[in-house]
């Protein structure tokens, strides 16, 4: 006997299914003939093996028919529990695309001016995740609405895109700061020319800039205590509430290398609670 189960692919790969048999008389009404199960009504062969599934134990109950208006008529059904094996595919899909996203964070600590090295990684992340995409859509069940691997993939190819445009938006800040500070200098080496600066026999002022501040110091002229020479690091604590001050191009990769594992680890929270529990 062969039968067809009718299974929903919106939870794949974390599916659970149950594939129900029922068996009614349609010669004989309630009055004239009534099945039931036996104890052991039910007995399996141990070599029985359902791919991609495991196979519980069969549950038996009685069953009222609606169907047709045969309620009339006794009924029995039978249930088989199918839970689809999650191994294979945590191997294939979730673990090798989480290794992709991780492996794109990496350019966050590649300096913005390698710019072959950071395009690379950051394409290299794209198309694998999209070769994943195609591979996937040939094992996923078809069906009208999106899978949870669908879901899966497409956040991990989001991530990687972002890391792309992270660069992107990088490249093109330090463009426009390297334009803006050519014709500062192109400026003062005008106003050098034309007389405006004073002599030579005057101490000449020079411009300190450390973190985003502005300091003048006069040349022979002993520093002040608002002077530092010397480069202060600040600690992680402060490092971390000034991780949204961007002064520079420079500093999106440094907030980024907080925001991206952050987001990422929310979406696994969210993802897994959502499909296993």
Known sequence: MTFICHMSS????????????????????????????????????EDIHVPTFHLGTPLVQKCESSEFHMDDFSCLEILFPLDRYLSKSFLQIYLT???????????????????????????????????????????????????????????CLLFVFAVLIEFAAVSYGNNKLSKLQGKSQDSKQNQSNSGIKNDDSKDSSMVVMEMGQVAE?????????????????????????????????????????????????????????????
């Not at 004239?32 to 009504?41: C, F, H, K």
């Not at 090295?117 to 040939?138: E, K, N, P």
């Open 97 to 155: 695309s989480t290794l992709v996203v991780l492996l794109s964070w990496i350019s966050f600590w590649i300096n913005p001016r390698s710019e072959p090295a950071r395009v690379t990684i950051g394409m290299t992340s794209v198309l694998t995740i999209s070769t994943q995409v195609t591979g996937a859509m040939t094992t996923i069940p078809a069906g009208t609405n999106a899978s949870a691997v669908d879901v899966w993939l497409a956040t």
């Open 10 to 45: 919106g939870r794949f790969p974390m599916d659970s299914h149950l594939c129900s048999l029922m068996m009614q008389s349609l010669a004989y009404p309630k009055t004239e003939m009534l099945l039931s199960w036996d104890e052991n009504a039910i007995l399996m062969r």
């Open 217 to 277: 110091v006069s040349q022979g002229a002993p520093p002040t205590s608002n002077d530092s020479y010397v480069h202060y690091s600040p600690g992680y604590c402060k490092r971390l509430r000034n991780c949204f001050k961007v002064n520079e191009p420079e500093d999106m990769d440094h907030c980024c290398r907080i925001l991206f594992p952050t987001a990422f680890i929310m979406f696994n929270l969210l993802y897994w609670c959502a499909y296993m529990l």
